[in-house]
């Protein structure tokens, strides 16, 4: 008798997922420095390791390894997770006061930008030249706008905001104190600590919404 052995597809899984986070770490290098209209697909293959076969099996085209990269460097993971349904907006949520929710809120925008930063800011270059890196920045920009119109609501509801503000002057503000330009300036320009770039953070989005 002949027992057919299970196929085991665990190690395959693997090698595909390194596979694809090695494509997009070499991206993360490459759209960054030279740029990503100047990153061939030739480039980017030999920077990762692999043909550019690969990279058309796994990606389909560099406009999506771009909006892959840039999604990931947003979530820092790859689990398909939106980020509404994620921890620190439960945790954001079951807050009552403002600034406490403020404050939570800017620890996870510090590590966001830590890790996306050279990524957004060679993003918003590249849109000015590329169609494709132009969709996927507008794409991120209404992304963001939307996102800073939920916590705006969130916040408007506490009831503790000065009483001209609705939810899209909320939105304006925190939209505006949460760009990535900022902590660049900020901390990597300016040398700041992100302890102090989180105060600054609350500080400011407080003195603008609350009495």
Not at 1 to 30: N, W
């Amino acid at each position: 008798m002949v027992v057919k052995r299970r196929y085991d597809s665990s190690r395959r899984h693997e090698q595909a997922r390194q596979t694809r986070r090695a494509i997009l770490d070499a991206a993360a290098r490459l759209f960054v420095s030279p740029g990503y209209a100047a990153t061939p697909l030739t480039a980017l293959a030999a920077e990762a390791g692999v043909s550019v076969q690969t990279v058309y099996a796994v990606f389909g085209s560099k406009r999506q390894v771009l909006s892959e990269l840039v999604d990931v460097t947003v979530a820092g993971d790859e689990e398909p997770v939106a980020l509404p349904d994620r921890p620190f907006v439960a945790e954001i949520r079951a807050l009552a006061d403002p600034r406490a929710k403020l404050v939570r809120y800017a620890r996870h925008l510090t590590h966001t930008h830590e890790r996306q930063a050279d990524v957004m800011i060679a993003l918003a270059g590249a849109a000015a030249a590329d169609p494709d890196a132009a969709e996927i920045w507008q794409k991120q920009v209404d992304d963001r706008r939307r996102g800073m119109s939920i916590f705006g609501a969130e916040l408007l509801a506490t009831g503790m905001l000065r009483p001209e503000h609705d939810v899209g002057s909320v939105a304006d503000v925190l939209w505006l104190a949460m760009d990535f330009r900022n902590y660049d300036w900020l901390v990597r320009r300016c040398g700041w600590p992100a302890e102090r770039f989180e105060r600054w953070y609350v500080d400011t989005v407080i003195a603008a919404l609350c009495a």
